[in-house]
């Protein structure tokens, strides 16, 4: 059964009701029409990168060319919500896993890098219930999608980057988890 008319659109030289909005319509201007169809829709993964966070990693001494390779290689196994490092069949990603997806890297390059991006805080290991240990991106770095968990948010509120988070972006919607 259709739900019935709120609003009635009206041929203003007849009269006569041509249509109906109903709860939940809406109206497509033909600046918005305009707007959506002079874009392009990229498909693919994207990754979210905080802006002052970005900023402060570019800035960071003890992150060497090693580690930001080592970062730009394992964004693309960042999970939706967990921030866990994992394939797509969800598959925790260890160091040896790592160690492969940095092909063309030495060991010793990859290892440092991991030490370094633990040391500070843009990735953490925890050990999942029932599981082995798993690596988690910092959410106040690095996410995917539009949301993330309050237990990934919880494992990373006591760095720098959250503080930097609070501070400079002055961002209140995780207020709960300070």
């Not at 305009?34 to 002052?52: V, W």
């Not at 896993?97 to 063309?104: A, M, P, S, T, V």
């Not at 990735?123 to 690596?135: D, F, H, L, M, V």
Request: proline share 2%; net charge positive.
């Amino acid at each position: 059964m259709p739900k019935e008319n709120v609003y009635n659109i009206v041929d203003p030289s007849s009269g006569e009701i041509i249509d109906g909005l109903r709860d939940g319509d809406r109206i497509l201007r033909s600046e918005s029409y305009d707007y959506l169809t002079d874009r392009a829709k990229i498909e693919g993964g994207y990754i979210k990168i905080q802006d002052t966070a970005a900023d402060m990693l570019s800035r960071a001494d003890d992150l060497t060319l090693g580690g930001f390779q080592v970062m730009l290689r394992l964004i693309p196994y960042i999970r939706f919500d967990t921030g866990e490092l994992a394939y797509t069949n969800g598959a925790s990603i260890n160091t040896t896993h790592i160690k492969k997806i940095c092909e063309g890297m030495s060991d010793r390059t990859v290892t440092r890098a991991l030490a370094v991006l633990l040391e500070q805080d843009v990735i953490g290991k925890w050990q999942r219930e029932g599981r082995k240990n798993a690596y988690y991106v910092n959410p106040f770095i690095f996410m995917r999608g539009e949301r993330v968990g309050k237990t990934l948010l919880n494992m990373f509120k006591n760095t720098k980057w959250a503080k930097n988070y609070f501070e400079v972006a002055n961002k209140s919607a995780y207020a709960h988890i300070k």
